[in-house]
């Protein structure tokens, strides 16, 4: 199945970020294997699912093992809590990073970590350069996305939409000479 691209102008995508990163998932447990999901969220929010049960509501299939739930609460049947835990010495960033992701996460023990999907002890978090930070997290997500594991999160995108697109230009060439000499900088730097 195709999923949608949410073509939006630079503005509407800055705008959708910062609607998101208030959005917060509770996952409470209710009886061994079951769990009670409450996003709050706002109405454009794709609340997605893998590896779990969820009672009394129908799923859609969205991409790969990830089904979306057409509601903000429920409840789900998994043999672990279907969230990341982190250990207590991992930093306060790691956490901060996997919510802007859309990950559930909370601190946990090692003696706890079987209960949860995934159990991250990142104490040196992702790193101190810039391109170490980058890497560190895109491997963090590769490694989250590849979980055969009960998982809840938050889709990237509003409204079901699997990648988003916004074109953008970039108009400071005043003059035909100043064009020109813009090719003639870039020739120089190669």
Do not use: N
Request: aromatic share 8%; proline share 8%.
């Amino acid at each position: 199945q195709t999923l949608p691209v949410w073509m939006a102008r630079l503005d509407d995508v800055a705008q959708w970020w910062k609607e998101r990163a208030q959005f917060k998932l509770q996952i409470t447990p209710q009886t061994p294997g079951r769990w009670q999901v409450e996003a709050t969220c706002s109405p454009r929010a794709t609340l997605l699912a893998r590896h779990l049960e969820v009672e009394g509501q129908p799923v859609t299939p969205w991409y790969g093992a990830d089904v979306r739930l057409p509601d903000h609460q429920c409840t789900v049947q998994a043999a672990r809590c279907p969230c990341i835990a982190l250990s207590p010495q991992t930093p306060q960033e790691i956490m901060d990073f996997l919510h802007e992701q859309g990950y559930p996460a909370v601190y946990g023990s090692q003696e706890e970590a079987a209960t949860y999907a995934l159990y991250l002890d990142m104490p040196a978090g992702s790193g101190t350069s810039r391109q170490e930070q980058m890497q560190q997290r895109s491997l963090l997500v590769e490694q989250i996305e590849a979980l055969d594991a009960p998982l809840i999160r938050f889709a990237p995108w509003p409204d079901g939409c699997r990648a988003a697109l916004a074109i953008s230009g970039d108009i400071d060439s005043i003059t035909i000479q100043d064009f020109f000499l813009r090719i003639l900088e870039v020739r120089q730097r190669a």
